[in-house]
Nanobody, 123 residues
């Protein structure tokens, strides 16, 4: 059974920082591709950042230089450090993993989603 448990959202003032965490279980974590997505009110979910098993990262243009995605394969956790936040970054943030099941590491890669966590940037 795959579980992704997110934490770390909340209310922050403009210019502030937050760190999101997503703890995974049930997947072959070290070989997985991990990502964060944001869904602003009334808009489609969009990619924020991804990180591969080898540590290669990719960011949306809107977050480059402000956000950092990282992973801890010993703890099966992916993080999103968000700095210099502005109201435009408000939304629900979802972690995503593209992974094989830990119980079937030879199987196909599948997408799994966390439950989402709200980030609100406001004074």
């Amino acid at each position: 059974q795959v579980q992704l448990v997110q934490s770390g959202g909340g209310l922050v003032q403009p210019g502030g920082s937050l760190r999101l965490s997503c703890a995974a279980s049930g997947i072959a974590f070290s070989r997985s591709i991990l990502g964060w997505y944001r869904q602003a009110p009334g808009k489609q979910r969009e990619l924020v950042a991804t990180i591969t098993g080898s540590g290669h990262t990719n960011y949306a243009d809107s977050v480059k230089g402000r956000f950092t995605i990282s992973r801890d394969d010993a703890k099966n956790v992916v993080y999103l450090q968000m700095n210099s936040l502005t109201p435009g970054y408000t939304g629900a943030y979802y972690c995503n993993v593209r992974a094989q099941l830990a119980s079937r590491p030879w199987g196909d890669y599948e997408d799994y989603w966390g439950q989402g966590t709200q980030v609100t940037v406001s004074s």
